[in-house]
């Protein structure tokens, strides 16, 4: 079926470095997109969010790109802190038998070294 | 403020025990309420969504089953437990933003069936 995907599953930066997150996603019908960050241990934390009207969003530290004509998403963390080491999780939002479905990715681990 | 509670934290169960995890959200009403699955390493999985009382929706056929006794109150359960069941569970309940239908997760809860 459609599904949500990642195309890497670790990446590591330095601290103060610039994050970029990618995924893929392939409902052609889906019109909104959200990323979640995800601690060790805990629920998914909502970070960000865009329609499929959009190309950009920015938030503090954070930019979501959505390219359409690839189905592509990406999260932009800019200064990465250690903070930010977490799995993120972006998230396809699409109407199913009459209810908006939410459709999770794999997950990327972003291990952030200071 | 909504807020939403989910326990037990962690949980240790023989295989064969029954389960009941318990879930309820405080600050809104009539609110849409989930439960996912995440294995390991993994994605989030979809088990149940309820939009109200006593109406239920199962993902994927499984070992398990939910019931909402109350508005704010989401129950997953099992008479059985398999080996398989073993994840981390969350409860999750979602409000329309001005974009879309924002999901909300609970604290989780680490269930290991041995």
């Known amino acids: 079926g459609e599904s949500v995907g990642l195309h890497l599953p670790t990446l590591s930066v330095q601290e103060g470095d610039n994050s970029i997150i990618n995924c893929a996603y392939s409902n052609s019908a889906s019109d909104y997109f959200i990323w979640y960050k995800q601690e060790s241990g805990k629920g998914p934390q909502f970070i960000i969010d865009i329609r499929s009207n959009m190309d950009k969003r920015q938030g503090q530290r954070v930019t979501v790109l959505l390219n359409k004509t690839v189905k592509h998403l990406s999260l932009q963390i800019a200064a990465t802190q250690p903070g930010d080491s977490a799995v993120y999780f972006c998230a396809e939002n699409y109407m199913n038998t009459g209810f908006q479905k939410l459709v999770f990715g794999t997950g990327t681990r972003l291990l952030v070294s200071p | 403020s909504q807020t939403i509670h989910q326990w037990p934290a962690t949980l240790v169960q023989p295989v064969g025990s029954p389960l009941s995890l318990e879930c309820t959200v405080e600050?809104?009403?009539?609110?849409?309420l989930y439960w996912y699955r995440q294995a390991a390493g993994r994605g989030l999985q979809l088990l149940f969504y309820?939009?109200?009382?006593?109406?239920i929706s199962s993902e994927v056929p499984q070992n398990l089953s939910a019931s909402r006794p109350q508005d704010r109150q989401f129950i997953l359960s099992s008479k059985k437990l398999l080996l398989s069941d073993s994840g981390f569970y969350l409860c999750?309940?979602?409000?329309?933003?001005?974009?879309?239908?924002?999901?909300?997760f609970g604290s989780g809860t680490q269930l290991s069936v041995l």
């Open positions: 600050g809104t009403s009539n609110p849409n």
């Open positions: 309820s939009v109200g009382i006593g109406q």
């Open positions: 999750a309940w979602s409000v329309q933003g001005a974009m879309g239908e924002k999901l909300f």
